[in-house]
T-cell receptor, first 113, second 113 residues
Framework: DGGITQSPKYLFRKEGQNVTLSCEQN?????MYWYRQDPGQGLRLIYY???????QKGDIAEGYSVSREKKESFPLTVTSAQKNPTAFYLC????????????FGSGTRLTVV | KNQVEQSPQSLIILEGKNCTLQ??????????LRWYKQDTGRGPVSLTI?????NTKSNGRYTATLDADTKQSSLHITASQLSDSASYIC????????????FGDGTTLTVKP
C-alpha cells in the first residue's frame, strides 16, 4: 500500500541535543512538507521541498534543518537552537501541481526532558 | 495577509444529531479548499476538496459547501457518530502548488452518547 511513514512515533530529547525525525513516502509525490502542531493550535509550516535537492523555509524554520537527497525521503533535524521543540510534528506529501491536497503521516511527538 | 478562520472553536453534540462547521477565508487568488479530519494524536485525513467552480461536495455523511463570492465554506455532518469526535481543519490554497496553503486552527468536535 502506498503511504507516508514517520518515525519514531515518540521521541525524547535532552536539552542541547539535536534529533532527527524521519519521513518516507512511496507515493511518488514530488513535494514534501514538515509541519509543527502545538496543543489547540493549527499546523504551522516549517520547511517544504518541491523537488530533490531543493527546499524552502516555511513560517517557523528557525532552529530546524532539512535535506532532500532522495524523492522518497525528507528528514527533519530539530537542533539545539530550537528553544521550545516540544510539539507534534507532521510530515506530508503531495503532487506539486495537483489539487488533490496532502497525504499526512501519523506524526512524531517530540518531548524535551 | 492570507487568513483562514474557523468557527466554532469547539462543539459538543449528542450522537445522532447534525452539525455544521464554518470556514471563512481571505486567501487570494483562490485555487482550492480542503477539509481534513484529524483524530487525536494522528495525522489529518482528507474529507473533501473543492475548486472554484464547485459549490458542494459530499463524502458519506460529510457534505462541504463553498461560496467563492463570500469566501465561505461549511462542513455539514449528518447523523453524527462517536467516531466523528475529532478536529476538523479547513485548508485554503492560493495556487495549484500545495505549498502555498493556509491552514485554519480547526474546530474540535465532541460527540457524546
Amino acid at each position: 500500500d502506498g503511504g507516508i511513514t514517520q518515525s519514531p512515533k515518540y521521541l525524547f530529547r535532552k536539552e542541547g541535543q539535536n534529533v532527527t525525525l524521519s519521513c518516507e513516502q512511496n507515493l511518488n509525490h514530488d513535494a514534501m512538507y514538515w509541519y509543527r502542531q502545538d496543543p489547540g493550535q493549527g499546523l504551522r509550516l516549517i520547511y517544504y521541498s518541491q523537488i530533490v535537492n531543493d527546499f524552502q523555509k516555511g513560517d517557523i524554520a528557525e532552529g530546524y534543518s532539512v535535506s532532500r537527497e532522495k524523492k522518497e525521503s525528507f528528514p527533519l533535524t530539530v537542533t539545539s537552537a530550537q528553544k521550545n521543540p516540544t510539539a507534534f510534528y507532521l510530515c506530508a506529501s503531495s503532487q506539486s501541481t495537483s489539487t488533490e491536497g496532502y497525504t499526512f503521516g501519523s506524526g512524531t511527538r517530540l518531548t524535551v526532558v | 495577509k492570507n487568513q483562514v478562520e474557523q468557527s466554532p472553536q469547539s462543539l459538543i453534540i449528542l450522537e445522532g444529531k447534525n452539525c455544521t462547521l464554518q470556514c471563512n477565508y481571505t486567501v487570494s487568488p483562490f485555487s482550492n479548499l480542503r477539509w481534513y479530519k484529524q483524530d487525536t494524536g494522528r495525522g489529518p485525513v482528507s474529507l473533501t476538496i473543492m475548486t472554484f467552480s464547485e459549490n458542494t461536495k459530499s463524502n458519506g455523511r460529510y457534505t462541504a459547501t463553498l461560496d467563492a463570492d463570500t469566501k465561505q465554506s461549511s462542513l455539514h455532518i449528518t447523523a453524527s457518530q462517536l467516531s466523528d469526535s475529532a478536529s476538523y481543519i479547513c485548508v485554503v490554497s492560493a495556487d495549484t502548488n500545495a505549498g502555498k496553503s493556509t491552514f485554519g486552527d480547526g474546530t474540535t468536535l465532541t460527540v457524546k452518547p
